[in-house]
T-cell receptor, first 114, second 115 residues
Framework: AQSVTQLDSQVPVFEEAPVELRCNYS??????LFWYVQYPNQGLQLLLK??????LVKGINGFEAEFNKSQTSFHLRKPSVHISDTAEYFC????????????FGKGTKLTVNP | EAGVVQSPRYKIIEKKQPVAFWCNPI?????LYWYLQNLGQGPELLIR????????DSQLPKDRFSAERLKGVDSTLKIQPAELGDSAVYLC?????????????FGPGTRLTVL
């Protein structure tokens, strides 16, 4: 079975500051890794995903994430955030070669202040 | 292309009443998912369909929850009777299938409040 730990439940930052949202996972098999964003009263939208290859993955809205297999981490970063980045961010894993079951973390609420 | 459509967006009911949620996936997506999202939590899978077949319903509380996906397109999730603890957001998602690498596209969800 897989599990995901998002180390920070809330992250407040000022506009134009850099941000890192941390994600660690546990799995006995290789996994695919995802970051989703959820704006208020909306469904989840895919930011980026790691399937294979380069460990640095770039996504939409200027976000990127780095897969670190030895540390079983997949932290999300953005060099300069905007007010519009205020949302809930979810890290998720799915086992390779198995079911399509996504296992989500509990989420990190990112609040960007002016 | 149109996204995943869910209705209603909000539902308020008394406990012990029945309730149903409807989902229309993205055209051509064979795989459909229902997730439960409690306040302050990530989504948790309730059931996954491949076309008309429920291939993973291990997390669906079958004493009160049921789901169907007739003709492999639209799907309905039902709760009967609803309990106070069922208050949550119910999300529907779809994907082209073929393994965990495929992106799941989510609808806006139905927020259920049980009084």
């Amino acid at each position: 079975a897989q599990s995901v730990t998002q180390l920070d439940s809330q992250v407040p930052v000022f506009e134009e500051a850099p941000v890192e949202l941390r994600c660690n996972y546990s799995s006995s098999v290789s996994v695919y890794l995802f970051w989703y964003v959820q704006y208020p009263n909306q469904g989840l939208q895919l930011l980026l995903k790691y399937l294979s290859g380069s460990t640095l993955v770039k996504g939409i809205n200027g976000f990127e994430a780095e897969f670190n297999k030895s540390q079983t981490s997949f932290h999300l970063r953005k060099p300069s955030v905007h007010i519009s980045d205020t949302a809930e961010y979810f890290c998720a894993v799915s086992p390779q070669g198995g079911s399509e079951k996504l296992v989500f973390g509990k989420g990190t609420k990112l609040t960007v202040n002016p | 292309e149109a996204g995943v459509v869910q209705s209603p967006r909000y539902k308020i009911i008394e406990k012990k009443q029945p309730v149903a949620f409807w989902c229309n996936p993205i055209s051509g997506h064979n795989t459909l998912y229902w997730y439960l999202q409690n306040l302050g939590q990530g989504p948790e899978l309730l059931i996954r369909y491949e076309n008309e077949e429920a291939v993973d319903d291990s997390q669906l509380p079958k004493d009160r929850f049921s789901a169907e996906r007739l003709k492999g397109v639209d799907s309905t999730l039902k709760i009967q009777p609803a309990e106070l603890g069922d208050s949550a957001v119910y999300l529907c998602a779809s994907s082209r299938g073929g393994g965990g690498a495929h992106e799941q596209f989510f609808g806006p969800g139905t927020r259920l409040t049980v009084l």
